[in-house]
C-alpha cells in the first residue's frame, strides 16, 4: 500500500471536504480504498493465527466507510479524514472484542478491545472481572502490555460503582468503565517503513490477552 498517496489524499480531502471535490477524485478514492481493503486483508492473515477469535472475517467487513452520517451532528463536512478497520468477529459491526487501525496523517493510532459494549454484553464484562479480578489485573499490569498501553479508555466511566457490586470490590473502578478499550498513536513514519504488517502484529499480540478476556466474557 502507498502510504505516502494516502496521506496526501487525506490531507487535500481534508482541505477540500465537499461533494464536488470529492465527485472529481472519486477514482482516486477508490484506488485508495481497494489497497486498504487489500492491506487489511493481508493483516488478517497472521492474526487469524493469533487470534482464532476473529474466525474468517474480510476487509470488506472490517473497514468502516468514508461517507459521514451527519444527522445528528454539528459538523456537516460529509467525509471522514481517515481511513479506518476493526477486525473482530463479525467485522466493524461485532459485539466481540478486536483490533481496530486508524489511518489518519499525523493522528493515527492502533486500539483494541470493546467499545460500547451493549447492556448484556457489559454485564458479562463485569462479571467476568469481579469473579476473575487476579486474571484480568496480571493483564493490565504485564510489563510489555502497560508500556504499550498505559490505561485503558476512562470515557464515560460511572462516578458510583454499578447496581449488584460491592463497592470495596479491589477493582471497582475497572467496572465502572463503559468501554475496555486501549489505545497507542502512530507516527506516520510508522506505515512509511517497511515491515509495517509485522509491526501491527506486534501490537496485536500484546492486546491479544486482553481481547481473549473479553471475548470469554462476551460469549459466556
Known amino acids: 500500500m502507498d502510504f505516502c498517496y494516502t496521506f496526501d489524499f487525506l490531507v487535500r480531502l481534508q482541505i477540500n471536504n465537499d461533494r464536488n471535490w470529492f465527485h472529481e477524485h472519486k477514482f482516486e478514492y477508490d484506488e485508495i480504498r481497494a489497497d486498504f481493503e487489500n492491506f487489511i486483508n493481508r493483516l488478517i492473515v497472521p492474526l487469524a493465527q493469533l487470534d482464532p477469535d476473529i474466525g474468517s472475517v474480510t476487509a470488506n467487513e472490517s473497514v468502516f466507510r468514508i461517507y459521514r452520517d451527519t444527522r445528528f451532528s454539528h459538523d456537516k ?121 509485522d509491526r501491527l502484529v506486534e501490537l496485536c499480540k500484546i492486546q491479544y490477552p486482553l481481547n481473549a478476556f473479553l471475548n470469554r466474557a462476551v460469549k459466556g
Open 77 to 197: 463536512t460529509p467525509y471522514k479524514t481517515h481511513l479506518s478497520a476493526f477486525i473482530a468477529n463479525g467485522g466493524k459491526k461485532t459485539r466481540f472484542a478486536g483490533y481496530y487501525i486508524h489511518i489518519q496523517p499525523d493522528e493515527s493510532f492502533f486500539a483494541g478491545g470493546i467499545y460500547s459494549p451493549d447492556p448484556a454484553a457489559l454485564e458479562s464484562i463485569r462479571n467476568e472481572i469481579y469473579h476473575q479480578p487476579e486474571e484480568i489485573r496480571s493483564i493490565l499490569d504485564n510489563r510489555k502490555f502497560k508500556k504499550t498501553f498505559p490505561e485503558l479508555s476512562v470515557e464515560d466511566r460511572l462516578k458510583n460503582p454499578p447496581k449488584g457490586y460491592p463497592k470495596d470490590f479491589k477493582e471497582i473502578e475497572l467496572l465502572k468503565n463503559k468501554h475496555f478499550i486501549t489505545h497507542y498513536p502512530l507516527e506516520n513514519e510508522f506505515f512509511l517503513q517497511d515491515g509495517v504488517i
